[in-house]
């Protein structure tokens, strides 16, 4: 099973950038890097994912290091509706594997 | 779209009785997934399908726990007979995956069972 690893909670301040690491030491090559948060009493929902260049959308920014074995991701302005639990998933075309994620405190 | 739409939203019963919990996916989509999520084992994969077919169900926890896909629009997880072990939300979600594409899960807002 891939696993991820990241911190179990972090803390921000409000409009400042938010750099949210995973570590992912026994990536395959063919391994996706998908992000999903979960905002307290909802479902899961995706953020962005990515193979090996950086990425960016309109929710957030992903870096993927060179040797794939950590990424971050990026919100470059947290706002309180972003507190949530932030997971870091491997996707091997098969399942996913939430682990337990970051939650993120976002301080006005 | 309405989204991933499950029902009922909450229930509570009593250790013993069985539970039927319901899932509409959005319509178009070929995957659909039964997670469980409890603050001891955070979310799990419980089993999915890809075209009403169980593609994998090593999630499942034991034979009181079954599931169905009869057709494209619907799904049934269901509990017999339910323990008080078994209480947590329980979540479906579905998806269009295409190979070297990624993958977006549509998450519905939960089942919240509480077994007595």
């Known amino acids: 099973d891939a696993k991820t690893t990241q911190p179990n909670s972090m803390e921000s301040n409000e409009e400042e950038p938010v750099h949210l690491p995973c570590n992912h030491s026994t990536i395959s090559g063919t391994d996706y890097i998908h992000w999903y948060r979960q905002l307290p009493s909802q479902g899961p929902e995706y953020v962005i994912h990515g193979l090996t260049s950086n990425v960016n959308n309109r929710m957030a920014s992903l870096a993927i290091a060179e040797d794939r074995k950590s990424s971050t991701l990026i919100l470059h302005r947290a706002t309180l509706r972003d507190a949530a639990v932030y997971y870091c998933i491997l996707w091997d075309f098969n399942k996913f594997y939430f682990g337990s994620g970051t939650k993120l405190n976002v301080k006005p | 779209d309405a989204g991933v739409i499950q029902s009922p939203r909450h229930e509570v019963t009593e250790m013993g009785q069985e539970v039927t919990l319901r899932c509409k996916p959005i319509?178009?989509?070929?995957?659909l997934f039964w997670y469980r999520q409890t603050m001891m084992r955070g979310l799990e994969l419980l089993i999915y399908?890809?075209?009403?077919?169980?593609?994998?169900d090593s999630g499942m926890p034991e034979d009181r726990f079954s599931a169905k896909m009869p057709n494209a629009s619907f799904s049934t997880l269901k509990i017999q007979p339910s323990e008080p072990r078994d209480s947590a939300v329980y979540f479906c979600a579905s998806s269009l995956v295409g190979r070297g594409s990624y993958n977006e899960q549509f998450f519905g807002p939960g089942t919240r069972l509480t077994v007595l």
């Open positions: 399908f890809n075209n009403n077919v169980p593609i994998d």
């Open positions: 319509s178009g989509h070929d995957y």
